[in-house]
């Protein structure tokens, strides 16, 4: 029994640790941003402003990957899942370091809601893995689904006007459909529609805020 307690106390140390180094952007570098070495664009102050509030989106999107990979893998119904789920995690770090300095480099600031996103989608990512590997799966290609699209939407915003946004959007693009298609080869399994509905609803959510504070 206490040897018990000691592990879910582990555990959400762990999890602590995780939440907050992505929350304070404590996170390793490790492939360089793409466009960091295109010239900066001179954009004017409201399309500075539109350019921040989308970097701002797609930052908070990045938090919610890291909070869904998380919860799924701390419990994950076997250790070879949860490696995946882990190395996920790894990569999409990749894309909040990349949004996080191309905000710092518009002068923009993360979403104050980030730390309610990070909660809402760590236990939708608990509740995901609760369901089976399949299941944990689906969710994994219905959020990459959905920020493909979104993705796809602020790159034709964005356009050629802002090379240097533009160049990291696209990246993150091709990795987000890559990480789909290895979630599907997984075993994923197709989520029912009233749950990418929900799914859908949560996300325009995050947007609204997201691009405003
Ligand atoms: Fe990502
Ligand atoms: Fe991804």
Same mark, same amino acid.
């Given at each position: 029994?206490?040897?018990?307690?000691h592990?879910?106390?582990?555990?959400?140390?762990?999890?602590?640790?995780?939440?907050?180094?992505?929350?304070?952007?404590?996170?390793?570098?490790?492939?360089?941003?793409?466009?960091?070495?295109?010239?900066?664009?001179?954009?004017?102050?409201?399309?500075?402003?539109?350019?921040?509030?989308?970097m701002?989106i797609?930052?908070?999107?990045?938090?919610?990957?890291?909070?869904?990979?998380?919860?799924?893998?701390?419990?994950?119904?076997?250790?070879?899942?949860?490696d995946?789920?882990?190395?996920?995690?790894?990569?999409e770090?990749?894309?909040?370091?990349?949004?996080?300095?191309?905000?710092d480099?518009?002068g923009?600031?993360?979403? +104050?809601?980030?730390?309610?996103w990070?909660?809402h989608?760590?236990?939708l990512?608990?509740?995901?893995?609760?369901?089976?590997?399949?299941v944990?799966?689906?969710f994994?290609?219905?959020?990459?689904?959905?920020?493909?699209?979104?993705?796809?939407?602020?790159?034709?915003?964005?356009?050629d006007?802002?090379?240097?946004?533009?160049?990291?959007?696209?990246?993150?693009?091709?990795?987000?459909?890559?990480?789909?298609?290895?979630?599907?080869?997984?075993?994923?399994?197709?989520?029912?529609?009233?749950v990418?509905?929900?799914?859908t609803?949560?996300?325009?959510?995050?947007k609204?805020?997201?691009?405003? +504070?």
């Open positions: 029994m206490r040897k018990q307690a592990h879910w106390l582990d555990v959400l140390m762990i999890e602590l640790d995780r939440g907050l180094k992505t929350l304070t952007h404590k996170s390793n570098h490790l492939v360089p941003r793409p466009g960091k070495n295109e010239p900066e664009t001179e954009l004017s102050e409201a399309r500075k402003q539109h350019t921040i509030g989308l701002r797609n930052h908070t999107g990045e938090v919610c990957a890291q909070a869904l990979y998380n919860g799924q893998a701390m419990l994950a119904k076997n250790s070879t899942t949860r995946h789920l882990l190395q996920a995690a790894s990569e770090q990749d894309h909040l370091n990349w949004c996080q300095v191309r905000l480099e518009l923009g600031k993360p979403s +104050i809601s980030n730390p309610f990070y909660l989608s760590f236990i990512g608990a509740i995901a893995a609760k369901f089976g590997d399949p944990s799966y689906g994994v290609m219905e959020t990459e689904r959905q920020v493909e699209n979104h993705l796809q939407e602020h790159i034709e915003d964005i356009g006007s802002d090379v240097r946004s533009l160049k990291i959007l696209k990246q993150m693009q091709a990795d987000e459909i890559r990480h789909g298609s290895h979630a599907q080869a997984a075993g994923g399994l197709e989520l029912p529609k009233p990418k509905n929900i799914m609803v949560m996300s325009q959510l995050m609204l805020i997201s691009y405003r +504070i």
